[in-house]
């Protein structure tokens, strides 16, 4: 069951960060972006399944559950901004991270389809 949730996790968080990427292929027709829309509002639950998931899983397949602990990392930056206990830290690696927020999102788009198989 869980590796159902992973794979969904996967799928909705590579959406998620590679919108911009996804976007441009798109064209005209807005698909990502409507499907992003609806996944935005839980764009916490998703960072927060990806990592907790991934950190479950992580000895089934070490490289592909690094990449879902990165993305849901990326995630969930609005919320390690608020942590007062190590919010600065987390936020800088945060942004070293975030160039790399559409290579990671469509990483976990590519994993999440390739774990569907």
């Known amino acids: 069951m869980t590796g159902f949730l992973l794979t969904i996790a996967f799928i909705s968080g590579g959406l998620l960060l590679g919108l911009a990427t996804l976007d441009k292929w798109d064209?005209?027709?807005n698909f990502f972006n409507k499907i992003a829309g609806v996944l935005a509002p839980f764009q916490t639950?998703?960072?927060?399944?990806?990592?907790?998931?991934?950190?479950?899983?992580?000895?089934?397949?070490?490289?592909?559950?690094?990449?879902?602990?990165?993305?849901?990392?990326?995630?969930?930056?609005?919320?390690?901004?608020?942590?007062?206990?190590?919010?600065?830290?987390?936020?800088?690696?945060?942004?070293?991270?975030?160039?790399?927020k559409a290579i990671i999102g469509i990483g976990l788009l590519v994993v999440g389809i390739l774990r569907i198989f």
Do not use: R
Request: without cysteine; hydrophobic residues 50%; positive net charge.
């Open 27 to 29: 064209g005209e027709s």
């Open 45 to 100: 639950v998703i960072g927060g399944g990806l990592i907790v998931l991934a950190i479950l899983k992580f000895w089934s397949a070490p490289i592909y559950n690094t990449v879902g602990i990165v993305g849901g990392f990326l995630l969930l930056t609005h919320v390690i901004g608020k942590a007062p206990a190590f919010g600065d830290s987390l936020k800088k690696l945060s942004d070293k991270l975030m160039p790399f």
